[in-house]
């Protein structure tokens, strides 16, 4: 079982940055593919970036490419998300989410269902 607890949200100005993180515990972490979700209010939860299993592999959703930055430190077993370039469109609820069954030779998982654990989510809030 893998638990995962993010932090680092809060509220911003329009073209500042945050940076978040996610712990985890339990399971083996360097096994995991990480990935970042958000949901918007009134919206559907939406992939932003992902990184490998062992870091080789990184993806990012066209709406933050560029600006978002994914990485993550298997000794400290955390992945973090650096955010630059903030718009008002990137508030949402930010989560971070763990699959322990990807492979090596596996395309990098985006999709929501891909993901077994889920953090409960820290809010990002980005003022204009």
């Known amino acids: 079982q893998v638990q995962l607890v993010e932090s680092g949200g809060g509220v911003v100005q329009a073209g500042g940055s945050l940076r978040l993180s996610c712990a985890a515990s339990?399971?083996?972490?360097?096994?995991?593919?990480m990935g970042w979700f958000r949901q918007a209010p009134g919206k559907e939860r939406e992939f932003v970036a992902a990184i490998s299993r062992n870091g080789g592999k990184i993806g990012y959703s066209d709406s933050v490419k560029g600006r978002f930055f994914i990485s993550r430190d298997d000794a400290k077993k955390t992945v973090s998300l650096q955010m630059n370039s903030l718009k008002p469109e990137d508030t949402a609820v930010y989560y971070c989410?763990?699959?322990?069954?990807?492979?090596?030779?596996?395309?990098?998982?985006?999709?929501?269902?891909?993901?077994?654990?889920w953090g409960q989510g820290t809010q990002v809030t980005v003022s204009s």
């Open positions: 989410a763990a699959d322990s069954r990807s492979i090596l030779t596996a395309p990098l998982r985006v999709g929501e269902s891909e993901y077994q654990y």
């Open positions: 339990g399971g083996t972490f360097s096994r995991n593919t």
